[in-house]
């Protein structure tokens, strides 16, 4: 089974609304993290936010947010106020704490903003 | 502060030949790994490293070596390339706690 599913390998948003990308995971380590990262055109891999499995209130960093449901195991991206350079490839990680310490990865959502 | 170091960011080969990609770090992360990241596939682990001297596989190892003789270094070998072995490879490290991984650059491996 797939550790971490996205589920939309493309979305388009305009220009200052609201996007939600999806993820979902799957772990029985009950001691966990979920991260995402951003990559852009120019390929670096930029770290966006993180939610520790223990967190009680969803984490924000600026114009990110995540909606975490955890009985659901969905750990969705909400980026607020789109711009232009929010277009990018946006990936879901989750690292299990108690099992080997991998992270697992999402195969990506494709994020154009539109002007 | 350098972070994660990795070179080459490209290079070509023929199939059959060998090289070793480098990653160092400087942040005195006990984790480091290696992913290869291809279209519609996300990042795939190759192998990882919990600390000098323990190595581990990840989901596709077959055709990789890792050692990790220091905390600093941890290189990838392509003992035989392959064309499927054509892909961006990435070098990531984080401490052994609930900490984000630190990428390196990537490199864009062809295998002609």
């Known amino acids: 089974a797939q550790k971490i599913t996205q589920t939309q390998p493309g979305m388009f948003v305009q220009e200052k609304e609201a996007v939600t990308l999806d993820c979902t995971y799957d772990t029985s380590d009950p001691s966990y993290g979920l991260f995402w990262y951003k990559q852009p055109s120019s390929g670096e891999m930029i770290f966006l936010i993180y939610?520790?499995?223990?967190?009680?209130q969803n984490a924000t960093e600026g114009r990110y947010s995540l909606n975490f449901q955890k009985a659901r195991k969905s750990a969705n991206l909400v980026i607020s106020a789109s711009q232009l350079g929010d277009s990018a490839m946006y990936f879901c990680a989750m690292r299990e704490f108690n099992t080997g310490n991998q992270f697992y990865f999402g195969t990506g959502t494709s994020l154009t903003v539109i002007p | 502060n350098a972070g994660v170091t990795q070179t080459p960011k490209f290079q070509v080969l023929k199939t059959g030949q060998s090289m070793t990609l480098q990653c160092a770090q400087d942040m005195n992360h006990e984790y480091m790994s290696w992913y290869r990241q291809d279209p519609g596939m996300g990042l795939r682990l190759i192998h990882y490293?919990?600390?000098?001297?323990?190595?581990d596989q990840g989901e596709v190892p077959n055709g990789y070596n890792v050692s990790r003789s220091t905390t600093e270094d941890f290189p990838l070998r392509l003992l035989s390339a392959a064309p499927s072995q054509t892909s961006v490879y990435f070098c990531?490290?984080?401490?052994?706690?609930?900490?984000?991984?630190?990428f390196g650059s990537g490199t864009q491996l062809s295998v002609l």
């Open positions: 939610q520790g499995s223990y967190d009680q």
């Open positions: 490293s919990v600390g000098a001297g323990i190595t």
């Open positions: 990531a490290s984080s401490y052994l706690a609930n900490e984000k991984l630190f």
